[in-house]
């Protein structure tokens, strides 16, 4: 049975966080009912076809306010049918955010030092990515920029996880 049977809150001003259930011994389920808390985390994917030095793809902020980006969950990927898989070089690119009426700005901003930007290497290894700029400000553009290819591919996606409950 439910330990709040019908979420019986103690004040009209109360809000409920968890409904829980038990076994008589012990708590054997939680449900998250925290539906005023705002924002949720889902993921922009940028995705180019095709990818050649210079290619581009963009994302804008539709939300009127600052995303944060998950850095555990970035994830970028070739297509399936990328050719060349085990020669050398590697695919490179670059993630940044315009703000409006602002310049473009790398999410990788110490990238001289230990350059962390999506890349794949020739024999399709992905390196780790760690962004350095975690928000996306409101209003603002995500562009997926390729900064050098290994060899030719269908496409490449970016997913950039992002959460909006600021």
């Known amino acids: 049975g439910s330990i709040l049977p019908a979420i019986e809150l103690p004040e009209s001003q109360a809000l409920a966080l968890y409904e829980v259930d038990t076994d008589a011994a012990s708590i054997t389920a939680t449900r998250d009912v ?34 944060d980006i998950l850095p555990d969950s970035m994830a970028i990927e070739l297509h399936e049918d990328a050719a060349g898989l085990g020669g050398s070089g590697e695919w490179r690119f670059e993630v940044e955010q315009r703000a409006p009426g602002g ?63 600021r």
């Open 34 to 67: 925290r539906r005023w808390l705002g924002g949720r985390q889902f993921a922009a994917n940028l995705t180019i076809l095709d990818p050649q030095v210079g290619g581009v793809t963009v994302w804008a902020n539709p939300t009127g306010r600052p995303l």
């Open 103 to 165: 310049a473009w700005v790398s999410l990788f901003t110490s990238s001289a030092t230990d350059d962390r930007r999506p890349a794949i290497q020739a024999d399709g290894t992905v390196s780790e990515i760690y962004p350095e700029v975690l928000t996306i400000e409101p209003g603002a553009v995500v562009r997926l920029r390729v900064l050098s290819v290994a060899a030719s591919a269908s496409g490449v996606s970016l997913r950039l996880p992002l959460w909006g409950g």
